[in-house]
């Protein structure tokens, strides 16, 4: 691949992204990975070039494939967000994102992939709701409650200090 391939410069544009979505849903980086990778073939096999390909058309195959992935899955792996629990002590900006992303797994699904469409794919609320197959308005409403829940745990750790 060149420089200029549209397949790269795709990639590059929304690439992580991508992953951040699938590693929400799945829980697991390494099947995030595979999950973007085999979205970009899907991409390709469906014969659309880069320009006729929205961002929301990708995190639409992504949701789908995590999704698969999940409802196969006897249990889902959750190691990487224990990790982050484990590391709420340490200091640094790692440390709170990752424990940022451990709070934002603990929201129920439906929430939690509104969220990291919003924050990490930076989707807008109709984009989202055509990847998640409902109105942007529930988009949107999905988003207020994770925040709501969100802003009240931060409270209750506050107060626990």
């Known amino acids: 691949m060149t420089a200029s391939d549209p397949v790269l410069e795709l990639y590059r544009r929304i690439g992580r992204g991508l992953f951040a979505y699938a590693r929400s849903l799945t829980g697991r980086s390494d099947l995030a990975e595979d999950l973007v990778q085999e979205t970009f073939l899907r991409w390709l096999e469906s014969g659309r070039?880069?320009?006729?390909?929205?961002?929301?058309?990708?995190?639409?195959?992504?949701?789908?494939?995590?999704?698969?992935?999940?409802?196969?899955?006897?249990?889902?792996?959750?190691?990487?967000?224990?990790?982050?629990?484990?590391?709420?002590?340490?200091?640094?900006d790692g440390a709170l994102l990752a424990q940022a992303f451990a709070e934002v797994q603990d929201l129920p699904v439906e929430q939690r992939e509104v969220v990291v469409l919003k924050v990490f794919g930076e989707l807008t609320f109709d984009d989202i709701g055509e990847v998640i197959g409902s109105p942007a308005a529930t988009a949107a409403s999905r988003y207020r409650y994770a925040l709501e829940k969100l802003s009240a745990r931060l409270s209750a750790q506050q107060e626990a200090r």
């Open 49 to 92: 070039s880069a320009d006729q390909v929205a961002p929301a058309f990708l995190y639409g195959i992504v949701r789908h494939l995590a999704l698969d992935v999940v409802r196969k899955s006897a249990q889902r792996q959750k190691h990487e967000f224990l990790l982050a629990r484990r590391s709420r002590h340490a200091s640094g």
